[in-house]
């Protein structure tokens, strides 16, 4: 299919374990995008990616970790999940930072 | 700090109303600013966009303003319909970052 999808929709993990939240678009975007999406905080740059393996930090990179090796795939790892990362994850691709963005769909996290 | 400030936090009006919504923003030096419309359980959806030089743009039922000198932008929802219900997001660019606000969240009533 067209567009940027994300997976899974709905995770469960511990406290602890590794996670990683894919992301993929088929527009060929220079950038994209991971966001958290909480109550009171609206929707928070963790990182973002300005072409194949160039990432940059967002607003609250710590405790997570992306790599870009095509630029079709933008996936985001936790490497120790914690509680506090609960959340619903967005992806979102671009084709210049300032531009209109395209999200997925979003992942839902739960950290027990 | 560059800030985004969006009123009011809810809304809920009756089908068939008008409503407007705003945000405020403290983003120095401006690049652009956008709405978008999240539908619940959904990621969002770009409105519109608009630049520096635009005061007024225009998707469909909805109309976005722009004051760039007093830091203030609109949203005009004309003849609301039940699928107007969704949280509405506006988003400014400075040169490098691009800021968020937290939405306002708008509920249609039958």
């Known amino acids: 299919d067209a567009g940027i999808t994300q997976s899974p929709r709905y995770k469960i993990t511990e406290t602890g374990r590794q996670v990683t939240l894919m992301c993929h678009q088929t527009w060929s975007h220079s950038y994209m995008f991971w966001y958290r999406q909480d109550l009171g905080h609206g929707l928070r740059l963790i990182y973002y990616s300005a072409a194949a393996d160039i990432t940059d930090k967002g607003e609250v990179p710590d405790g997570y970790v992306v790599s870009r090796s095509k630029t079709e795939n933008f996936p985001l790892t936790l490497e120790s999940a914690t509680r506090s990362q609960t959340s619903v994850y967005f992806c979102?691709?671009?084709?210049?930072?300032?531009?209109?963005?395209?999200f997925g769909a979003g992942t839902r996290l739960s950290v027990l | 700090k560059n800030q985004v400030e969006q009123s009011p936090q809810s809304l809920i009006i009756l089908e068939g109303k008008n409503c407007t919504l705003q945000c405020n923003y403290t983003v120095s030096p401006f690049s652009n600013l956008r709405w978008y419309k999240q539908d619940t359980g959904r990621g969002p959806v770009s409105l519109t966009i608009?630049?520096?030089?635009?005061n007024t743009k225009s998707n469909g039922r909805y109309t976005a303003t722009l004051d760039a000198d007093t830091k203030q932008s609109s949203l005009h929802i004309t003849a609301s319909q039940l699928s107007d219900s969704a949280s509405y997001i506006c988003?400014?660019?400075?040169?490098?970052?691009?800021?968020f606000g937290k939405g306002t969240r708008l509920h249609i009533l039958p």
């Open positions: 608009m630049t520096f030089s635009e």
């Open positions: 979102a691709s671009s084709t210049d930072k300032k531009n209109i963005q395209y």
């Open positions: 988003v400014v660019s400075d040169h490098d970052k691009i800021i």
